[in-house]
Antibody, heavy 129, light 108 residues
Framework: QVQLQESGPGLMKPSETLSLTCSLSGGSIGIDYWSWIRQPPGKGLEWIGYVNYMGLTNYNPSLKSRVTMSADTSKDNFSLTLRFVTAADTAVYYC???????????????????????WGPGILVTVSS | EIVLTQSPGTLSLSPGDRVTLSCRASQTMISGFLAWYQQKPGQAPRLLIYSALNRASGTPDRFVGSGSGTDFTLTISRLEPEDFAVYYCQQYHKSPWTFGQGTKVEIK
């Protein structure tokens, strides 16, 4: 049975860099797309971006200047880096597997379409001084 | 970006009731690139419906997705006790992928 598990710090200070890892068990990270999604306490879901096994990425413009994602096929995990965190970044962070439904061309790039069929349990990250 | 507006915000219903949840997009999504998720307290979302009308593996047939263009609907034909949760729609027609704000289905 394929499972995802997020890991990383639970508490951070403003201006620090958040690093999260999502580990895959029971499967391989190869050929698929992988995403990070976050949910502030009591609020809705926000897609952060995706990365594929070749390192191809697409980020939400709202976070693009602070986000980096990467994938490590040798370890079957992928990661999220979010720089200069503030209290507004306090949220449960989920990693998820993307089911790709085909790409399209937009503004000079080929972008993937997809939905999420497998989620990790989530990790709460609190940013507080 | 495509804004998804879900209505109503909260529904108070009883087991056995029929419920219809709405998700309206700010732009037309011709190919129906829309998914529905269920989230229970303290849990990650769970995929119910993809491509507007296809049930995901394990989704009971009382969950029915429909719609096209800008208006999409999730219908639960007969509420079971385990269906009380928050439901989110998500569009993947255009980046950035976005979610609606959610509809909470609570026990009356």
């Amino acid at each position: 049975q394929v499972q995802l598990q997020e890991s990383g710090p639970g508490l951070m200070k403003p201006s620090e860099t958040l690093s999260l890892t999502c580990s895959l068990s029971g499967g391989s990270i190869g050929i698929d797309y992988w995403s990070w999604i976050r949910q502030p306490p009591g609020k809705g879901l926000e897609w952060i971006g995706y990365v594929n096994y070749m390192g191809l990425t697409n980020y939400n413009p709202s976070l693009k200047s602070r986000v980096t994602m990467s994938a490590d096929t040798s370890k079957d995990n992928f990661s999220l880096t979010l720089r200069f965190v503030t209290a507004a970044d306090t949220a449960v962070y989920y990693c998820a597997r993307v089911v790709p439904t085909g790409d399209y061309y937009d503004s000079g790039y080929y972008l993937q379409r997809g939905y999420f069929d497998l989620w990790g349990p989530g990790i709460l990250v609190t940013v507080s001084s | 970006e495509i804004v998804l507006t879900q209505s109503p915000g909260t529904l108070s219903l009883s087991p056995g009731d029929r419920v219809t949840l709405s998700c309206r997009a700010s732009q037309t999504m011709i190919s129906g690139f829309l998914a529905w998720y269920q989230q229970k307290p303290g849990q990650a979302p769970r995929l119910l419906i993809y491509s507007a009308l296809n049930r995901a593996s394990g989704t009971p047939d009382r969950f029915v997705g429909s719609g096209s263009g800008t208006d999409f609907t999730l219908t639960i034909s007969r509420l079971e006790p385990e269906d009380f949760a928050v439901y989110y729609c998500q569009q993947y027609h255009k980046s950035p992928w976005t979610f609606g704000q959610g509809t909470k289905v609570e026990i009356k």
